[in-house]
């Protein structure tokens, strides 16, 4: 019952701030309201017995990206209100992918056999011990390779961020 | 059972408290023994009272708020800060078992499985209070350490990461009561893994904005750092996390390289249950507190750093170390299967 109230807690919390990324006119503004989407969206891992997985997002969103995403937007100074207003064919182009991604999503989603967990404190596929067993033995090659994936994307980040020529 | 857990974090949100507290007053004792001269003594007897009259003074101190910053955000920024730095605690093991009335109580808050990725998650948000308070200030100054504590944080967090990964790997488990069961007696991480003990203790000093990586607060260059625009408790509670953060790392290395409460030859004395778990917990403390000493130690012999040497030190030089440790230990593990 008490996790009920949890439940709908963090999916009002994640939805507002959801929101309020959008809506703020600051950009640091959004971005702390995202890192606090974030946060409750650690908490719904939480409330599926996902612990490992709620620490890991937070690990990896809030502690990383996000601040990365802070540091960037401190550094680029956009106080002062300086966005000019879009040009009318850029808007119809928003409109028309945010149109697709939609469809898109909701053409997975029906796909998707969306059931009720009945007892999410005894499902054990979000602790550490069973999510390693099933990336280690049943996607091993999935998992190496999108490592091998990250390490080029590193490789290349940091060829970009080299001044000189090499 | 709640109401045990529920008196157990008051206490331990106490004792970081007051360890917090006297810990300035050490910290400037210290600086005097240092320095060759006494250090604060007026306020009652060997200065005993002098943290009391300054949080007094940092109470009735003036308010002050910049006209332009961003209010809410400048509250939250040492109120977060604060916050943060009290979560650590929550996954630390402080003692074996005790027993009253025949039920066992464990002197461990959270056994949560995944204890030390949780104190990773709490170290990597820890940065978000300085950086929203420097930010919101809306000065350059504040602006410029806030810039400055962030990328010093993540940097010193990958080594940091990486040189506990080793303590997994030996271990095989995440969580920090199986840590310190495994080190019983004098079977100390430490004696395993002395570079990952090295690289750990000096990022330590680089996440905690302590001496000599203190370069988010560096008076010479940057007046006050991020909390140049703070006053009075708001300032406090910015200068206060700093020695829970002190305190909270003392006991995050102690649990995971120096053993945690166990201490050699203290199961042959032959001690009932609860005076066991009272003498295991000063074990502990007495490790916390040589670690503070360390802290304030190396604050008052070594200079600063200088920014370039910080990033230097940290990608250049730990990074690739922590990186070759994980391989060797990984490489031993293997031979010894």
Same mark, same amino acid.
């Given at each position: 019952m008490f996790t009920n109230y949890i439940f709908y807690f963090l999916s009002a919390l994640a939805l507002y701030s959801g929101v309020m990324v959008l809506l703020s006119k600051k950009p640091i503004h959004s971005v702390l309201y995202l890192t606090l989407t974030f946060f409750a969206i650690g908490g719904h891992y939480i409330l599926l017995n996902a612990q490992f997985l709620a620490i890991v997002h937070i690990i990896v969103y809030a502690g990383a990206i996000m601040v990365l995403f802070l540091f960037t937007v401190m550094l680029l100074n956009l106080n002062k209100e300086e966005r000019s207003p879009k040009p009318i064919w850029v808007k119809?182009?928003? %409109? %028309?992918?945010?149109?697709?991604? #939609?469809? =898109?999503? %909701? #053409? =997975?989603?029906? #796909?998707?056999?969306?059931?009720? =967990?009945?007892?999410?404190?005894?499902t054990q596929i979000g602790l550490v011990k069973e999510l390693g067993r099933i990336l280690y033995r049943d996607y091993m090659l999935p998992f190496e390779v999108s490592s091998i994936l990250f390490l080029t994307a590193m490789v290349g980040? =940091?060829?970009?961020g080299k001044k000189e020529q090499i | 059972m709640l109401i045990f857990k529920i008196l157990l974090a008051s206490a331990v949100l106490l004792l970081s408290l007051v360890v917090a507290m006297y810990s300035t007053l050490i910290e400037r004792k210290v600086a005097g023994f240092f320095q060759d001269r006494l250090g604060p003594d007026r306020a009652g007897p060997w200065g005993l009272f002098q943290p009391l009259a300054?949080? !007094?003074?940092?109470?009735?101190?003036?308010e002050f708020m910049p006209n332009t910053a961003d209010k809410?955000?400048? !509250?939250?920024?040492?109120?977060?800060?604060m916050l943060i730095a009290c979560l650590t605690s929550a996954v630390i093991p402080w003692g074996p078992d005790i027993v009253i009335n025949g039920q066992t109580f464990s002197l461990q808050m959270?056994?949560? &499985? !995944? +204890?030390?990725?949780?104190?990773?998650?709490?170290?990597?948000? +820890?940065?978000? +209070? !300085?950086?929203? +308070?420097?930010?919101?200030? &809306? &000065?350059?100054?504040a602006l410029l350490g806030a810039v400055r504590a962030s990328s010093q944080m993540i940097s010193y967090e990958l080594a940091m990461s990486l040189s506990i990964i080793t303590i997994v790997m030996m271990t095989g488990s995440l969580s920090m009561r199986d840590i310190v069961n495994q080190q019983q007696g004098f079977n100390w991480n430490i004696w395993y893994q002395p570079l990952g003990f090295l690289i750990f203790l000096i990022c330590a000093f680089a996440e905690t904005n302590r001496s000599p990586f203190d370069l988010p607060e560096c008076e010479t260059e940057l007046v006050g750092g991020y909390h140049t625009e703070y006053s009075s408790m708001k300032l406090g509670f910015y200068l206060f996390s700093e020695y829970i953060n002190m305190f909270i790392s003392g006991e995050v290395i102690a649990t995971l390289f120096l053993g945690g409460y166990h201490f050699p030859f203290?199961?042959?004395?032959?001690l009932s249950p609860n005076v066991f778990a009272f003498v295991s917990f000063l074990v502990l403390f007495a490790k916390i507190t040589f670690f503070g000493f360390i802290f304030m130690w190396i604050r008052w012999t070594l200079p600063r750093f200088r920014y370039d040497q910080l990033m230097r030190l940290g990608w250049k030089a730990l990074i690739p170390l922590a990186i070759l440790n994980v391989l060797i230990t990984g490489v031993v593990i293997l031979l010894n299967q």
């Open positions: 119809a182009l928003a %409109i %028309i992918a945010g149109v697709m991604l #939609g469809l =898109v999503l %909701i #053409g =997975v989603f029906r #796909g998707y056999d969306l059931h009720l =967990v009945q007892h999410p404190m005894e980040a =940091v060829l970009l | 300054d949080g !007094i003074k940092l109470f009735f101190k003036e809410f955000l400048y !509250i939250l920024g040492p109120s977060l800060t959270a056994d949560v &499985n !995944i +204890g030390i990725l949780y104190i990773f998650a709490i170290v990597s948000i +820890g940065v978000y +209070g !300085i950086m929203i +308070g420097g930010w919101a200030s &809306n &000065n350059k100054y203290i199961d042959k004395l032959g």
